[in-house]
C-alpha cells in the first residue's frame, strides 16, 4: 500500500528515497495538522489558567498523554513521563535515580550494542560515583550474548541497561529474558525503547521492565518530544530530574515539596503542541496496526538484504531479516561509507554513513563506520531498488581504472 | 563531466587506492592525529622537520576517499617545503574546498594534483573530509619544538 501521499515532504519529491528513517521519520499530515491546530484553536499556558483556554490546553495536553500511554500499552498514565526524547528521558534516570541509588563499588552494565545515549549517561554515573561499568559482549551474529550477561550481574549490580532495538543493526533484543536475568540479581531494569517504539508493539505493562524510553519523531511524531515511562513505585521514591514550575506542590523557604506523577518529572511550561502531534501520530501508526508496521518492514528488509548479498564485495552485518526491525547495516569492499553516502544522494538515496552514534559497536565489529538503509512504512520496493541501482553505480564509479 | 565525476576524479580515486606516503615515519620529530567526531574518521600525520622545513612527511588515515586522497596528495604537496609555504598551501587548498578559489587553468596548474579537489565545494558536508588532514598538519606543525 502507498502511504507516501500521506507524508506532504514525500508526497512533493516522488524522486526520493529516504532511508533514514532510523534517524527520523518523516510526518504524516495528520500530524502537521493536529499541531497547526493546537496552536490555532487551543494554545495558551495549561495547568494555571484559571480561563477556558487555558482549560482546553490543558485537556488536549492530558488526551495526548491518555493517546501515548494506550500506544505504548501503560495502563498507569500518569507513569509516563513526557520528556524532549530518549536523549533526555535515560539522562532522567541515570542522574535522579542513579545518583541516589548508585554508590562506589557498585556495578552498572549496558551492552555492547547501545547507542551513545544509553551508554554514556551510565559510564559518566559509575565514573562520577565510583561505580564498576561493565559492557556486555555481543555473540557472533551481534545479538546480546545472554550467558556472558548471567556471568556478569552480581548481588551488586544496580543497572542493567540495554536497547529493544539496536539503531545500528536493527537486532530485536528479548527484553524479558534480559530483564529476568537483571530481576535475578535485583538491578533496575532499563530499556531504551527509541528504535522499538516506532516499528512494534511495545506493551510497557507486559515487558517487566522498570523504564521504558522512546522518541516520537522516529515514530511520525514531530521532534523534540518523548518519553520515559516508568514503574510507579520507582518514579514516587525518586528525586526530581529538573526544579521549575509545574513540578513543585509548595516552596518554602528553606525547603520545597514535589507535585504528583507526573508532573514532577516536568519541570517547566510543557510541550504541549509536539505531544498533541505525537498523540496523532500514535493514532496514525494505530491506523496501520503496528503488526501491519513490522510485517511491511521485515518484508523490505529481507528483500534488501537478498539484493545486496548479491553484490560483490557488499556485507550485511547485524542478525537475519526475521530477527531485526527495518535496519539494513553493510559496507562496500573499497568504498568508504561516506563516499557511499554521497554517491546515492545524487541519485535521490538518503543512507546514513558512519558509527550510528554506537562506537563501542563499531569496535567491536571491526570498522569505524557503516552505511545504514532503514525502512519505514511509507518505504517500497521501489527504494530497494534505488538502493541496489546507486550502490552498482557507486561500485563502478569506484572500480574504474585510474592512474 | 557531473558533480560526482567531479568529486571523484581519477586522482582522487587513485590516491585512495594507492596512497603515497603511507605508513609510519621512523624519526619523526613531530606528530598529531586528527579525528571526525561526526563519522569516526582518524587520521595521523608524522613529521620531520628540520631547518624550518618538512624534510620528511608520512601518514595513516582510516576514512573515506576525499580524506585518505587529500592525506596522500598533502604530504606529497608539503614535502621539501618550509613551515611557511605549507601554511600558505594549506589556505590556498581551504580557499578551493570552500569555492572561495575557482583556479584559473594557470592557478590549477600551480596547484598540481590538489587541483582535483575543487569539486569538493559542491559537496558542503564533504569540506571537512578534505580539510582534516590539513588541520592535523597544522596541529603536528604546532607542536614541533622550536628551532634552536
Partial sequence: MNRRADFPLLAANPGLHYLDSAATSQKPRVVLDAMRGYYERDNANPHRGAYDLSARATERYHDARVTVARFLGVADMDCLIFTRGTTEALNLVATAWGRANVGAGDEIVVTALEHHANFVPWQQLALATGAVFHVCPLTDDHHVDLAALRA????????????????????????????AIARGVGA????????????????????????????????????????????????????????????????????????????????GTPNVADAVGLAAACDYLDGIGMDAVLEHERALVRLATERLNGIEGLRVYGPKPSERSGVVSFTMEGVHPHDLATILDQEGVCIRAGH??????????????????????????????????????????????VG | MSDLQDLYQSIILDHNRRPRNYGALDEATSRAEGRNPLCGDEVAVELKVEHDAIADVRFTASGCAVSRAAASIMTQAVKGKSVTEAGHLFSQFHDLVTGKLKPTPDEARKLGEMAAFSGVARFPVRVKCASMPWHTLQAALRKEPPAP
Fill in chain 1, 152 to 179: 556478569l550481574v552480581t548481588a551488586r549490580t544496580k543497572v542493567v541497561a540495554f536497547n529493544h532495538v539496536s539503531n545500528a543493526l536493527g537486532t530485536v533484543n528479548p527484553v524479558r529474558e534480559i530483564a
Fill in chain 1, 188 to 267: 533496575l531494569v532499563v530499556c531504551d525503547g527509541a528504535q522499538a517504539a516506532p516499528h512494534l508493539q511495545v506493551g510497557f505493562d507486559a515487558l517487566d521492565v522498570d523504564f521504558y524510553a522512546f522518541s516520537g519523531h522516529k515514530m511520525c511524531g514531530p521532534m523534540g518530544i518523548g518519553g520515559l515511562v516508568g514503574r510507579r513505585p520507582i518514579l514516587e521514591a525518586m528525586p526530581p530530574y529538573q526544579f521549575g514550575g509545574d513540578m513543585i506542590e509548595f516552596v518554602r523557604d528553606d525547603h520545597s515539596t514535589w507535585n504528583v506523577l507526573p508532573h514532577k518529572f516536568e519541570a
Fill in chain 1, 356 to 401: 550510528h552514534c554506537a562506537q563501542p559497536l563499531m569496535r567491536r565489529l571491526n570498522v569505524t563506520s557503516t552505511a545504514r538503509a532503514s525502512f519505514y512504512v511509507y518505504s517500497d520496493e521501489s527504494d530497494v531498488d534505488a538502493l541496489v541501482r546507486a550502490l552498482e553505480k557507486a561500485k563502478a564509479l569506484f572500480a574504474e581504472p
